[in-house]
């Protein structure tokens, strides 16, 4: 085998790496209830979407009720 099929190898290897660990990212974004638009430069309807429901559900919610005994 030559040296040039052993950069190829490191190559696509280091690709799907990258690949691989931008996935993970995401996922783990997504997870931790972080936007996973936050990033994008235009406008993002699932960070719209996300934004929109997190506003209804604060709205939606019952005031706390006070407990007197403690």
């Known amino acids: 085998m030559n040296w040039q099929y ?3 190898i490191l190559l696509v290897g280091l ?3 990258e690949v691989s660990r931008r996935i993970y990212l995401f ?3 997504s997870q931790s209830s972080n936007n996973p638009c936050d990033n994008c430069a235009s ?3 699932l960070r719209d ?3 929109k429901k997190k506003k209804e559900c604060k709205e ?3 005031p706390p009720k006070k407990n ?3």
Do not use: S, T
């Open 15 to 17: 690709c799907f790496a």
């Open 43 to 45: 406008g993002c309807e």
């Open 27 to 29: 996922f783990r974004r």
């Open 60 to 62: 939606n919610q019952a």
């Open 68 to 70: 007197c005994c403690g």
């Open 49 to 51: 979407l996300m934004d």
């Open 6 to 8: 052993w950069i190829v």
